[in-house]
């Protein structure tokens, strides 16, 4: 899949995939082959970091 380029459609995006498809970040970044530090600064550039425990980006 194709990613979008903007931040907060990308957080939409991703906290969908990891919803309803990933179990974890580094399943979604492996099964989409994206890195997932790029994937990680470009959400942290929106104030957003990844919650583990709750397998989602939110709000820091």
């Given amino acids: 899949m ?3 380029k903007d931040p907060v459609m990308l957080l939409s ?11 974890s970040l580094e399943e979604l ?18 104030g957003c970091h990844y919650a583990k425990e709750q397998n989602q980006f939110v709000q820091s």
Avoid: A, M
Wanted: hydrophobic share 25%.
């Fill in 13 to 23: 995006v991703v906290n969908t995939y990891l919803r309803d498809h990933d179990s």
């Fill in 29 to 46: 970044c492996k099964s989409n082959d994206i890195s997932q530090e790029e994937l990680t600064d470009k959400l942290s550039s929106i």
């Fill in 2 to 4: 194709n990613f979008p």
